[in-house]
């Protein structure tokens, strides 16, 4: 009978494998070749092929530095679905000192999710299946978390993994790009042409200011326009 450290181990090797293939499908679909991929992450082409097998598991920063080289959403990598655009030539980036902020980063919000659930490292260690001295290295960013693991603990702490990340530097800046796109393209067509049109600016310059009142002044707001309509 599997104990719940075997089921555990299981989960972590399945996501691994996903994660892997994912990694791979988006560095064939921009034409990168695995040392050049390897090159711009600063590691090895033997590392990269390790984590493309699911062998090895990259870290957040990691991933999000790939994402950005291929030019990929970083949901991709948790997703379930293929892609194929080309990538635009990456921009160059200090990127040791960017996965080292991203990192501590990490490890801040780990620990102040984890207090605000509540949960001890051992309480956590039992829902994850991690070493409580694991997590505990993670979270005062002695080791990079690998992804999955941390995918896993995100779960339990009720985060996404994005929400882990900066914004405020080249790197996160590319990542809430990305997803502002998303989430325009998620908008019904009509409203995505209404939103794209620069003569309606002045109409969402007020609506984004509506959106910032407090509810008092939008009460007013809102009586004073029935009072002219009606």
Do not use: C
């Not at 309480?123 to 992804?147: F, N, W």
């Amino acid at each position: 009978m599997a104990t719940s450290t075997d089921v555990h181990r299981q989960r972590l090797v399945l996501r691994a494998k996903r994660l892997g293939l994912l990694m791979r499908d988006a560095r064939l679909a921009a034409g990168r070749s695995l040392k050049e991929t390897a090159a711009a992450l600063r590691i090895s082409p033997r590392t990269l092929r390790a984590y493309e097998e699911g062998r090895k598991s990259p870290s957040l920063p990691e991933l999000a530095a790939l994402a950005y080289f291929l030019q990929v959403p970083l949901e991709h990598f948790w997703g379930h679905e293929i892609i194929s655009d080309e990538a635009p030539p990456i921009l160059k980036l200090p990127l040791e000192d960017l996965l080292a902020a991203h990192q501590a980063h990490i490890a801040q919000r780990l620990r102040a999710a984890r207090e605000q659930a509540g949960l001890s490292l051992k309480d956590l260690a039992a829902q994850t299946g991690i070493s409580a001295s694991r997590l505990a290295a993670y979270e005062k960013g002695e080791r990079p978390a690998p992804a999955v693991e941390l995918e896993l603990i995100a779960e339990i702490l009720g985060l996404k993994l994005r929400e882990l990340l900066p914004q405020d530097d080249p790197l996160g800046a590319w990542l809430y790009q990305q997803r502002q796109i998303q989430g325009f393209l998620e908008l019904p067509p009509e409203l995505r042409a209404f939103v794209a049109n620069p003569r309606h600016v002045p109409y969402l310059e007020v609506a984004r200011k509506l959106s910032q009142m407090p509810v008092d002044r939008l009460r007013t707001v809102a009586e004073v326009l029935l009072d002219i309509t009606f």
